[in-house]
């Protein structure tokens, strides 16, 4: 196999960036509940959480491990993701944060970039429009994207036929929920 060179083009100038959110990216629906009633609403964000450095286990790396490497730094064994979601929260124009959780008596890392805004949100459908995801993730972003039209469109309330409503319908398949597939989005897919 061919060794390529580190691709240093911008990050929304190809569809990497759309394979990366098929693997580790999470689109969310949430029903924010308030104490009054006319307050309730719709929250939907994008959220990308992946592990802070990548760890290959020997020198005789698998193909992924190879490309994984080098989206990293350089010949790192261990490499930190910090620089490739630097460049999407830069492009999200949002923050890059870090967590570390305690589970069983070891400590993960990892760097979470979470999109909200109205002018994020249209950054990534603007993005996705161009270079559409292609696994089930794909119908999730369907649906997220209509609450999100729907929001833009009529209001977020919870009202009868409202925002509410129909995030509360999508919700029940959605993500880990979902026993609804179709693959007819692959019909016209930019890969040849």
């Given at each position: 196999?061919?060794?390529?060179?580190?691709?240093?083009?911008?990050?929304?100038?190809?569809?990497?960036?759309?394979?990366?959110?098929?693997?580790?990216?999470?689109?969310?629906?949430?029903?924010?509940?308030?104490?009054?009633?006319?307050?309730?609403?719709?929250?939907?964000?994008?959220?990308?959480?992946?592990?802070?450095?990548?760890?290959?286990t020997s020198v005789n790396e698998t193909r992924a491990g190879a490309y994984k490497s080098s989206l990293?730094?350089?010949?790192?064994?261990?490499s930190s993701y910090y620089f490739i979601m630097s460049e999407i929260a830069t492009l999200l124009d949002?923050?890059?944060?870090?967590?570390?959780?305690?589970?069983?008596?070891?400590?993960?890392?990892?760097?979470?970039?979470?999109?909200?805004?109205?002018?994020?949100?249209?950054?990534?459908?603007?993005?996705?429009?161009?270079?559409?995801?292609?696994?089930?993730?794909?119908?999730?972003?369907?649906?997220?994207?209509?609450?999100?039209?729907?929001?833009?469109?009529?209001?977020?309330?919870n009202v009868p036929g409202g925002s509410w409503e129909l995030a509360s319908l999508k919700r029940k398949?959605?993500?880990?929920?979902?026993?609804?597939?179709?693959?007819?989005?692959?019909?016209?897919?930019?890969?040849?």
């Amino acid at each position: 196999m061919e060794k390529k060179n580190l691709d240093n083009s911008a990050i929304d100038s190809n569809a990497w960036l759309a394979g990366f959110i098929d693997a580790d990216g999470h689109f969310s629906i949430s029903l924010s509940k308030r104490t009054k009633k006319h307050l309730d609403k719709v929250v939907v964000y994008m959220r990308l959480e992946i592990r802070q450095t990548y760890h290959r286990t020997s020198v005789n790396e698998t193909r992924a491990g190879a490309y994984k490497s080098s989206l990293c730094q350089k010949g790192n064994r261990n490499s930190s993701y910090y620089f490739i979601m630097s460049e999407i929260a830069t492009l999200l124009d949002v923050n890059l944060n870090s967590r570390n959780r305690l589970k069983d008596d070891k400590i993960y890392s990892s760097f979470i970039i979470t999109a909200s805004s109205k002018k994020r949100l249209d950054i990534i459908r603007e993005y996705l429009t161009r270079y559409p995801l292609l696994s089930s993730k794909y119908l999730d972003y369907l649906d997220w994207s209509e609450i999100i039209d729907f929001i833009k469109e009529k209001g977020n309330n919870n009202v009868p036929g409202g925002s509410w409503e129909l995030a509360s319908l999508k919700r029940k398949d959605f993500n880990k929920t979902r026993t609804t597939f179709t693959w007819k989005h692959l019909n016209s897919t930019y890969i040849e």
